[in-house]
């Protein structure tokens, strides 16, 4: 039988792959990738980067494998690993099934008796949470919020809900265009609170901003929001 490896890529700096997660790219026989051109493009800048003989090293099957396309590629990768190939399931950027398809393909993978190894590598969630500051004893990540106002609104009254009884950290991702509207939103439900806006994390034009809610708006008034974000705030 073969195994399933979950390998982390760079969120933003090549050099953040790990050795382990370097080999395991260049010894498995299927990379099951969201992009297979961006997967593609990482594998040749790795070679180039970090292979002193860069012919040396063959390069892996590469199978996409994004949202809405998951279901009906998991019988096949279950079919490979069931022939003894051994396949690696990697996101754009970061460590897989974080925000990412994945997590049904590792069910699949138990429920078939299959092994499932994760690596530990690049993660903006914990980058941000160690940077920021903020207590880093319990934290509860919550993914994106909800696209449509009315539904992101019940879902930050529902998470203060529950702060109330477990006090934590939290993360949150959110796209530049949906910034400004659920920064309000965060500030209606919580008030005009402390919070951690972390930008383009390893990246060269990262930034960490540490202010009110208030004063995130106001500066991304000024300066439209560009790039990957967290969003983080205690409770």
Same mark, same amino acid.
């Given at each position: 039988?073969?195994?399933?490896?979950?390998?982390?890529?760079?969120?933003?700096?090549? $050099?953040?792959?790990?050795?382990?997660?370097?080999?395991?790219?260049?010894?498995?026989?299927?990379? +099951?990738?969201?992009?297979?051109?961006?997967?593609?493009?990482?594998?040749?800048? %790795?070679?180039?980067?970090?292979?002193?003989?860069?012919?040396?090293?063959?390069?892996?099957?590469? %199978?996409?494998?994004?949202?809405?396309?998951? %279901?009906?590629?998991?019988?096949?990768?279950?079919?490979?690993?069931?022939?003894?190939?051994?396949?690696? %399931?990697?996101?754009? $950027?970061?460590?897989?099934?974080?925000?990412?398809?994945?997590?049904?393909?590792?069910? +699949?993978?138990?429920?078939?008796?299959?092994?499932?190894?994760?690596?530990?590598?690049?993660?903006?969630?914990?980058? $941000?949470?160690?940077?920021?500051?903020?207590?880093?004893?319990?934290?509860?990540?919550?993914?994106?919020?909800?696209?449509?106002?009315?539904?992101?609104?019940?879902?930050?009254?529902?998470?203060?809900?529950?702060?109330?009884?477990?006090?934590?950290?939290?993360?949150?991702?959110? +796209?530049?265009?949906?910034? &400004?509207?659920?920064?309000?939103?965060?500030?209606?439900?919580?008030?005009?609170?402390?919070?951690?806006?972390?930008?383009?994390?390893?990246? &060269?034009?990262?930034?960490?901003?540490?202010?009110?809610?208030?004063?995130?708006?106001?500066?991304?008034?000024?300066?439209?929001?560009?790039?990957?974000?967290?969003?983080?705030?205690?409770?």
């Amino acid at each position: 039988m073969g195994i399933l490896y979950l390998v982390p890529t760079p969120i933003g700096n090549l $050099a953040d792959i790990t050795l382990r997660g370097l080999r395991t790219l260049f010894e498995v026989d299927v990379i +099951a990738c969201e992009d297979t051109r961006r997967t593609g493009s990482l594998l040749e800048k %790795l070679l180039t980067e970090f292979s002193p003989n860069p012919e040396d090293k063959r390069k892996p099957k590469l %199978l996409s494998y994004y949202d809405q396309i998951e %279901l009906r590629r998991i019988p096949e990768i279950i079919s490979l690993l069931q022939l003894g190939k051994n396949v690696a %399931l990697v996101s754009d $950027a970061g460590t897989p099934a974080i925000s990412d398809p994945g997590f049904k393909l590792v069910r +699949a993978c138990i429920a078939e008796g299959l092994s499932v190894i994760s690596l530990p590598g690049a993660s903006s969630i914990l980058t $941000a949470l160690t940077v920021s500051g903020l207590p880093t004893d319990k934290f509860l990540f919550v993914g994106y919020p909800p696209h449509k106002p009315g539904h992101r609104v019940s879902f930050f009254e529902d998470l203060k809900v529950s702060l109330e009884k477990v006090k934590s950290t939290v993360i949150l991702f959110e +796209a530049p265009h949906k910034l &400004m509207t659920s920064l309000k939103d965060l500030q209606h439900v919580f008030g005009d609170i402390d919070i951690v806006v972390c930008r383009e994390l390893t990246k &060269m034009y990262e930034e960490v901003r540490r202010e009110k809610i208030s004063e995130s708006l106001m500066h991304f008034k000024k300066t439209p929001p560009k790039g990957e974000f967290v969003i983080l705030f205690h409770q």
